[in-house]
Each structure stands twice: as structure tokens, then as C-alpha cells.
């Protein structure tokens, strides 16, 4: 059978059992355009408003299904916005297919109209990056892409599409669906591991990474009923272990509270399962001495890369978390740290007691309404900036709950995850929580979810203001305000232009109706908040943070 290398390219694609992707339309891969019109029933294609918000999506829907995510954009400028979705993939561990067009074969190396060595501009952001030049090797290429999106680590992988390939013809077959296997400790590894828990008096299960399954995420919550222990998550991974169990003792992540790195340094014993144990985590490597920690660091990751990275531990375990925690289930426990538990446990609970805030609207309790009210198998989303702390600490994510956010830190993330969660999953509750400036980064994806019907619940954390970089202005140059104000527009009459549900909250007490208005909405809703300034982080005003200095 006779194809071009973009039909062949979508029938690979369906093949390997994808039937989604996300990107904005370009001249140089117009044949794939052409190869997705007439196949809607089989592949739908989200076109975009930035590549940016396209990237994005797709990061968020390798996160959300743990199948590559798949983003096209056009050569050069296209490639260059959806960069920051590469990255946040890499950060994130998320398996991602970047295609992005390029030249014709015939005129590369001459810096022809928007080229760019992709292996290059890409390499350093990647886990791998090529040029399919032959449609003959488009089954090849796509297979391996696949693959190497989903083993070991998962993260992104790019593929640049010369524009000559993909209208050449091949009769070369379609690749095959792809087996991914997660590797499993051996029996050895594991009784090692049971004897050092079981010696432990103060020890800490550190939980997150990519490749959590749902089966593997409900052993994880039996295994901890069965042996309580106190449990933590690793930076923007809260939706890994039941929060609401009485092992959960917080976050591991940015603006980490005194409690949890002490908790950390406090450990005779630290059992990091998924996790990188990256910068957030150890609170710039500071809770665990590099390389040779004083806990005794049990580290389990499915890439071996990961395994003595920054730390050597004293038993590296190359597994999946599944297979790992499936491997632990099994083992019987004689466990003695309930006066440690306790402990941990009561004072992650004194965190969540957070004082009014000052200002019209007051986040804590607003996100203490919110937490009542999200239905149990709700999708919470959010970018970057201090406004997260709200939905990363104090909302509890249950078992069936689902939390995505930029391991990155990158501003923009929460819209377009909620619009694409919102379209996989029409009736489940989407609540994507902004700052101001983080809406702003990618407030036109708004018309997307106009056009595809998926519109989320969206709350704008409003104080004017690019907040987190303001508080670093105070902390380091008080008083000395430069480049952080922000002049915002009627966020509501933009949102009403889109279609959506909008209001202007100015006073708490307004908050629970207008919330209960938004979820009633057919179109999607976005609420501003007004929120003072001065209410920079739960314990921190700017004042106090300027009278330190």
C-alpha cells in the first residue's frame, strides 16, 4: 500500500493507540494536516492558540493518561514556543512527542526560511531528539520516539518532520503497538529493604514520579493502612497518596514549611520511591548531604540514571514504582514508629491552620470552601507563582483525585491542563487555580476551550502584582519595587468575551455563591478574586516580610 510519509506518520500513530494531539496549524507540515482531515472519527486534532498552551496540553495529557502526550508546531517560530512544554515534560517526567516541521532536505544547512538544528536547539531539553529524512523510516522512528517517551524516566522526545518527507511515498508497513515494561526489584532488594525498615525508628516514605499506575497508587495507600508510616510527597506529586490518611504528613516541595524539613533531616531512614530527589525536594540539597546522606536513603527509580545521581544511596533499587510497591505488599513488616507518626501527623495538621488573611478576599478560606465541595474524583490544575500554595497544600487530594502542575515552576501550565483535562473528561469537575500573571501567560487558550466545548472551572488569584518575585523584592531589596506591578484588564469581561461564566469577587463571604454559580455554568467559568497584596504568602505579609530586613 502505497502512502505518503504523513499518512503513514497518523497510521503509526493509531497504531501505537493514540488517538489525540494538540498544536497550532503550520504551512511546513501542511501534508499532515492534510492526512488528519476525514480521519476525526479515529484522531482528533486541537488546534491552539499558541504552541505554548499546545505543549502545555499535551504535557498535561502524558501526566494525566501516562501515554505520550502529542504536540504539533511548525518549524522555527512554532518550535521555539513549544519549547517551554519540552521542558516542563523533561522537569516533569511526563512522556511527551514534540513533531515539529522543517525544510525541505534539499535546502537545509543554508539557514533556509525559519530552519533550525533541532538537535541543537532541543538536545540539552530532551531525551531525544531526530530528523525522520525517508518516509521509508517513519515506522521506525516513530516506534522507537514512543518507546523512549514511556522507559526508564519518561519525558519528552522530538522529532522534526522535513516538509520533501512528508509528502514522499513508501510502501513500508506501520509500525506495531509498542510493550513498555516496568523493571521489578529482585527478591534480594527487597528483603535488604525489609530489614532496614524494619530496624528503622524514625523513617519516611517519600512518594512521586511519573509512572504511577492507579492500581499502583491504591497498593500504595493499602501497603500504608497495613504499615503506618509516615508518608510525604515529592514537589507537585501530592495526588500520589491519599492525603486524607492519617500517614500523610505534606509536601516535599517549594517554600517547604519547617515541619516537613525537619522531618526530613529527623529521619534514621528515608525510602524515596519514583522520586528524583531533586532541588524542591531536598530544599537545594540542603535536607540530605551530597553525596553521602546521614539517613539511611533507600532510593527506588525505574531509570537507572537517576540511582546515585546527586546521592549515593545505601540501597539503590532499580524498579518501577509499581512493581516495587507490588514487590513490598507482599513482605510482612514488623514496624515500631507509631510515637514518631504521631507526631509528624500533628504537626502537618497544625500547617493547615492558617490565619486570616488580609485583604477582600482571604485564599484560606476560600480554598477551605473549595475543599468541601470537589467532588471525589476531581481535576485540580495550576501554573506557578505563590497563589499555588493554596491548592499544593491546603486542598487534601484523595484517591481519586488528580493534581496537575509544572514540576518546572513554569508560568501559564494551569489553563491549558485544565482545558485538556476538561475535554478528556467532560464530567468530572476541572478547577485550574491562576495568579493574574500566570492567566495572563496563556489567557487566549480560553478560545480553544470555547471551540472544543471543554471549559473548566477557572479562579484568578488577582493581587496586581507578579507576587512570588515581589516577595524575593522584599526579602533582598526591601522597599526598592521594580518591574513587579501589574495593570491588569477586566479579567471578567474578557473571560464573558470567550463565552465563559465570569465575576469580579471583591469580599469572601461573596465567594461561596459565586463558586456555586460557576459549577452550575454549562460554558465553563472564571471567577476574579480580588486579593491584596500585602497577602504574599499564609504566614507572611508584606510587611513582615519587609521589616525583617
Not at 507540515?29 to 502545555?56: I, K, M, P, V
Request: aromatic share 8%; with cysteine; net charge negative.
Amino acid at each position: 500500500m502505497q502512502r505518503t510519509g504523513a499518512e503513514l506518520l497518523l497510521d503509526c500513530l493509531l497504531s501505537l493507540g493514540t488517538s489525540q494531539g494538540f498544536g497550532v496549524p503550520g504551512e511546513s507540515y501542511l501534508a499532515l494536516l492534510d492526512a488528519f482531515h476525514g480521519r476525526g472519527e479515529q484522531f482528533t486534532f486541537t488546534s491552539c492558540r499558541n504552541e505554548g498552551g499546545a505543549s502545555f496540553m499535551a504535557e498535561a495529557y502524558g501526566k494525566l493518561t501516562r501515554t505520550p502526550g502529542l504536540c504539533f508546531a511548525t518549524r522555527g517560530p512554532g518550535a521555539s514556543n513549544a519549547s517551554i512544554g519540552v521542558h516542563t515534560a523533561m522537569q516533569n517526567s511526563t512522556p511527551m512527542l514534540l513533531f515539529v516541521g522543517q525544510a525541505s532536505t534539499d535546502m537545509l544547512e543554508r539557514e533556509a526560511f525559519q530552519e533550525v538544528d533541532y538537535k541543537h536547539y532541543f538536545g540539552g531539553l530532551a531525551k531525544w531528539v531526530v530528523q525522520i529524512n525517508e518516509a521509508a523510516r517513519v515506522p521506525e522512528l516513530v516506534s522507537r520516539a514512543w518507546s523512549t517517551a514511556q522507559s526508564g524516566r519518561p519525558g519528552p522526545v522530538v522529532l522534526a518532520l522535513p516538509e520533501n518527507m512528508l509528502v514522499q511515498t513508501t510502501d513500508v508497513p506501520v509500525c506495531k503497538a509498542v510493550r513498555i515494561s516496568e523493571p521489578a526489584p529482585t527478591e534480594q532488594l527487597i528483603e535488604e529493604c525489609v530489614t532496614h525498615l524494619n530496624a528503622a525508628s524514625r523513617p519516611l516514605l517519600l512518594v512521586g514520579g511519573s509512572r504511577w499506575t492507579d492500581a499502583g497508587r491504591s497498593l500504595l495507600n493499602s501497603f500504608v493502612r497495613k504499615h503506618p508510616m509516615p508518608v510525604a510527597a515529592a514537589f507537585r506529586f501530592q495526588d500520589t497518596v491519599d492525603n486524607n490518611s492519617d500517614c500523610y504528613v505534606g509536601d516535599a516541595g517549594v517554600a517547604m514549611t519547617p515541619q516537613m524539613q525537619s522531618l526530613i533531616m529527623e529521619a534514621d531512614l528515608i525510602l524515596a520511591i519514583g522520586v528524583r530527589l531533586g532541588e524542591m525536594t531536598t530544599r537545594g540539597y540542603s535536607l540530605l548531604d551530597v553525596p553521602d546522606a546521614k539517613q539511611t536513603l533507600i532510593h527506588v527509580h525505574p531509570s537507572d540514571r537517576e540511582l546515585g545521581k546527586v546521592y549515593n544511596p545505601a540501597l539503590p533499587i532499580h524498579a518501577g514504582p509499581n512493581q516495587f510497591i507490588n514487590a513490598l505488599s507482599n513482605k510482612a513488616l514488623d514496624m515500631s514508629c507509631e510515637p514518631w507518626l504521631l507526631q509528624a501527623r500533628s504537626e502537618y495538621q497544625k500547617v493547615l491552620d492558617v490565619p486570616v488573611q488580609p485583604g477582600g478576599v482571604d485564599m484560606a478560606a476560600v480554598t477551605r470552601i473549595v475543599a468541601a465541595q470537589l467532588p471525589h474524583d476531581a481535576i485540580v490544575t495550576n501554573g506557578a507563582g505563590n497563589f499555588s500554595t493554596w491548592p499544593n497544600r491546603y486542598l487534601s487530594f484523595g484517591p481519586q483525585q488528580r493534581l496537575l502542575a509544572p514540576q518546572s515552576g513554569a508560568m501559564g501550565y494551569g489553563l491549558p491542563a485544565a482545558i485538556m483535562a476538561k475535554q478528556q473528561y467532560p464530567e468530572r469537575l476541572v478547577l485550574c487555580f491562576c495568579g493574574d500573571g500566570d492567566f495572563q501567560m496563556n489567557c487566549q487558550e480560553l478560545g480553544t476551550a470555547m471551540q472544543i466545548n471543554a471549559c473548566p472551572i477557572v479562579l484568578i488569584v488577582n493581587n496586581s502584582s507578579y507576587g512570588t518575585i515581589r516577595m524575593h523584592q522584599e526579602r533582598c531589596y526591601p522597599a526598592r519595587v521594580s518591574g513587579t506591578d501589574i495593570h491588569n484588564p477586566d479579567f471578567s469581561k474578557l473571560a464573558s468575551a470567550y463565552g465563559f461564566y465570569a465575576e469580579r469577587v471583591e469580599k469572601t463571604d461573596d465567594f461561596s455563591a459565586a463558586f456555586e454559580r460557576a459549577k452550575q455554568s454549562p460554558t465553563g467559568a472564571v471567577l476574579d478574586l480580588v486579593t491584596s497584596i500585602e497577602a504574599l504568602t499564609p504566614r507572611e505579609t508584606l510587611e513582615s516580610i519587609r521589616n525583617k530586613k
